[in-house]
């Protein structure tokens, strides 16, 4: 309903398990918000990968969603993660997400029959999910989970339909970036790698919805800041401080973003069986990449 | 009978939060907008309406009180009378909290509608629900204005002695107190004007518009009792209508003028005003969910239409849809719906 207010940067907030029960930690989670906030995030996305939507369920889904709308101010976005193996399924989360406050919803493709997924299929799917949504869809490019990569044509084709409002790309790769922004031009687009955050302003995106920022708000919020007043300097500057981080998250996946939380000061928690924590020799990594 | 009249009669029943009424109109309204092509949401939030002798009983004690300590006042000097202050801000205090630990509890259910796909720039918003009262809306506010008389009146013991004098000074708020007694919710009221009318305005706003138009619905709840609704949207869904316009609807009469309540002015409420012939006031005498919603929106205006005999039958047996012919919710529709289709540009959906 209110998708252009959305844009800067967005930390998608991991979700904290409890590492006996695996119960998802809301407490830690409400504390997770408001530092991320606190520290100048512009909103944050509730069950996105790195908050291991894969994991939960729609109840735990809701109250995330709940408890997210409960701490973000009216000013920031909310997004909310509700892609799902089904077009059925993903239906329903977003209505779950929509009513418990979101602004928008941020929809995977899906992927276990992602090989089988003609390009009808993908825009069924997500025409599917658009015309039953109270609040507008971001398409999210994750080949990297899911093994489906969404043509910039498709994307075109369904916001020229109103079907979409933007896209989260987190393919990593500066030219599927660049077609994304030129294929849509009235919508919006984030990038999901810290490492080309500025890139992504310069070709002219709406921000970034960074796993990186769940550890590092301040450093993107930076270059964001830097960017906006012109700085480019500066922005250039803190980018060279801030395009190393993505490793943790490239290389290590929601463990590692949890891990470098810890390490930064925030409440990473554990991940939900079968992601299990790092080891220590890719903890000591993850501290080395963090300067800490 | 057109079908707009069908509707009113339907959603024309007392709907009192947590009543079989209230409930069925909730479905009624889901099923109007849903095929209007309206996705509906959910939000839910507590109800704890006040006991039935909460009003009387707080009225009562309260108007007592006063008198009180201020004919004591003559008699016990400064220090005798703040101490009686003292005593009834503490009973009032205790009585608060007694009505908190035993309040009923209910749950409110606010509609938020939407159509897919569109950036929702203009809330049409009107409450559902219903109460009746021993008395219409005119005589309460008559009551009330007599009680607030009552205090500069009864003030005015301090400096006469003559009783014939001090009878005609406490009398308008004693007549003002017993009026006040009498303020306690039912679900005896068909609400047809408080709110039906409205619900059926909004609905013909958007049978008139096309339905590309990015408009949202939000039909609240529990207004009767405060407008709870309203306050549960602002504090858990601000974000739906920060940088919105929000045009309240609350008693659409058949008679009467249109006016507009502006609690936020703008362009779009003002266009809204001249579409309706309606002057564009501020001053606003009984509370309405505009006065809640407007300090979280960009624009926000409250329509009402109606004169001193809409207020007399406001919360009486009386507002039922026989006396409706839904003239001036036609009027009021059709207004709308010229001010919304010029202004709301149904591709950006931004006014």
Redesign the interface.
């Known amino acids: 309903?209110?998708?252009?207010?959305i844009a800067g940067v967005v930390a998608p907030v991991p979700t904290p398990f409890d590492s006996r029960t695996e119960d998802v930690d809301f407490a830690a989670f409400r504390r997770n918000v408001v530092a991320v906030l606190e520290a100048g995030a512009d909103g944050i996305v509730v069950a996105g990968s790195t908050g291991e939507n894969a994991v939960l369920t729609p109840e735990e889904l809701r109250e995330l969603a709940a408890v997210g709308?409960?701490m973000?101010?009216?000013?920031r976005g909310?997004v909310v993660g509700s892609g799902a193996e089904s077009t059925r399924a993903a239906r329903a989360l977003t209505?779950i997400a929509?009513?418990e406050?979101a602004?928008a919803v941020l929809v995977r493709p899906p992927g276990y029959f992602g090989r089988e997924l003609t390009r009808d299929a993908l825009g069924g799917y997500y025409r599917a999910v658009?015309?039953?949504?109270?609040?507008?869809v971001f398409a999210y490019n994750i080949p990297r989970y899911t093994g489906v990569a969404l043509a910039p044509e498709l994307l075109a084709e369904l916001a020229a339909s109103?079907?979409l409002a933007g896209v989260k790309d987190s393919s990593g790769d500066v030219s599927a970036l660049s077609a994304y922004r030129r294929a849509l031009p009235g919508q919006s687009v984030f990038v999901g790698s810290a490492a080309l955050l500025l890139a992504a302003l310069e070709l002219g995106c709406q921000g970034g919805i960074l796993a990186v920022a769940c550890f590092a708000p301040r450093l993107c919020k930076a270059v964001w800041d830097a960017f906006a007043r012109g700085d480019l300097g500066a922005a250039t500057a803190h980018e060279a401080r801030l395009g190393p981080l993505q490793e943790v998250v490239t290389r290590y996946g929601p463990p590692g973003v949890k891990a470098a939380m810890e390490i930064a000061g925030f409440e990473g928690g554990a991940c939900r069986s079968p992601l299990v924590p790092l080891t220590a020799r890719d903890l000591d990594h993850v501290r080395q990449l963090l300067g800490a | 009978m057109s079908a707009y009249a069908r509707l009113l009669a339907e959603l024309a029943v007392p709907r009192l939060v947590g009543s079989p009424g209230h409930a069925a109109v909730y479905q009624r309204l889901r099923e109007e907008l849903a095929k209007r092509g309206y996705v509906n949401l959910e939000h839910e939030f507590p109800v704890h309406p006040p006991g039935a002798l909460a009003g009387p009983a707080t009225a009562g004690a309260v108007l007592a009180w006063v008198c009180l300590a201020l004919g004591l006042w003559r008699t016990l000097g400064v220090s005798g009378g703040l101490l009686i202050l003292l005593v009834g801000l503490a009973g009032l205090g205790l009585a608060i909290a007694l009505r908190a630990a035993h309040a009923d509890s209910r749950t409110g259910m606010n509609i938020i509608a939407v159509r897919p796909r569109a950036q929702v720039a203009v809330w049409l918003v009107a409450h559902y629900d219903s109460k009746g009262q021993p008395m219409s809306m005119l005589g309460r506010l008559v009551g009330a204005g007599l009680a607030a008389l009552g205090v500069p009146s009864a003030a005015a013991l301090v400096v006469t002695a003559h009783p014939l004098v001090a009878l005609v000074l406490v009398l308008p708020g004693i007549i003002g107190g017993l009026v006040l007694l009498q303020n306690r919710a039912t679900n005896r009221s068909p609400g047809a004007v408080d709110n039906a009318s409205a619900l059926v305005t909004i609905l013909a706003t958007l049978d008139r518009l096309p339905p590309q138009t990015p408009i949202g619905v939000l039909f609240l709840d529990a207004e009767e009792y405060g407008m709870l609704g309203a306050r549960a949207l602002v504090r858990d869904r601000a974000n739906l209508i920060r940088g919105a316009t929000v045009i309240n609807l609350d008693g659409i009469d058949d008679r009467g003028p249109t006016r507009c309540f502006v609690h936020r002015p703008g362009p779009l409420t003002g266009a809204v005003a001249a579409a309706l012939g309606a002057r564009a006031t501020r001053a606003l005498p009984v509370f309405v969910d505009g006065l809640v919603l407007a300090p979280a929106t960009a624009e926000c205006v409250t329509i009402m239409r109606g004169d001193w005999r809409t207020a007399a039958i406001v919360h009486t047996r009386a507002d039922r849809p026989e006396r409706l012919t839904l003239g001036g919710s036609e009027l009021v529709a059709a207004g709308l719906a010229r001010a919304l289709g010029e202004r709301v540009d149904s591709t950006s959906g931004r006014p």
């Open positions: 309903m209110t998708a252009r207010r709308r409960e973000v101010p009216a000013s909310l209505h929509a009513e406050g602004d658009a015309e039953a949504s109270p609040v507008p109103g079907h």
